[in-house]
């Protein structure tokens, strides 16, 4: 399998963020192969479990963060959380019949999505570990939980 990582601070990525997974052997674009905000790493298929998988875990879903609360939600539970917990300010009842607000009316917002990281730093050539990122409620990141630690081939 084969990962393009980020190299500089694109604002919605930083160094080290899980960008793109492909099957192993794909045929990345001179976008992706020559220009210096990317790299490409190769990790062995044994280490991995299927391809499917693989993106289901590594590439994380987008991310809303509620500026009513002060919660992160993943793009699936916004219309469920804003039912749940904002029920209140869901609708505009000064028009009739009363209007259901889009989320961003009601205040969830895009947040970055930086989850998944390989960071080879502190390790020697060709070794590397695969980290989730963990985040407290204002985006601050608090902590590196390791995953895996494998053998990587830079491209």
């Known amino acids: 399998m084969e990962f393009l ?10 160094v080290g963020d ?10 990345w674009g001179t976008c992706e192969r020559d220009n210096p905000c990317f790299q490409l790493v190769r990790l062995p298929d044994a280490d991995l479990d ?4 693989l993106k289901e875990r590594y590439l994380a879903p987008s991310v809303y963060k509620c500026n009513i609360c002060n919660k992160f939600v993943a793009a699936s539970d916004v219309a469920a959380h804003l ?5 209140d300010v869901l609708y505009d009842v000064l028009v009739n019949p009363p209007r259901r607000k889009s989320p961003g ?3 969830i917002v895009g947040a970055k999505n930086r989850k998944w990281v390989i ?11 695969i980290c989730e990122k963990v985040f407290a409620n204002d ?3 608090i902590a590196y939980v390791t995953r895996k630690t494998t053998s990587v081939v830079v491209l």
């Open 18 to 27: 899980i960008i793109d997974v492909r099957p192993d052997g794909y045929g």
């Open 105 to 107: 009316e009601v205040g």
């Open 139 to 141: 985006d601050t990141e």
């Open 50 to 53: 299927s391809f499917e998988v």
């Open 119 to 129: 960071d080879p730093q502190g390790f020697g050539e060709g070794i590397a570990e």
């Open 83 to 87: 039912e749940a917990v904002h029920s």
């Open 5 to 14: 990582l980020c190299n500089s601070d694109l604002g919605d990525y930083d």
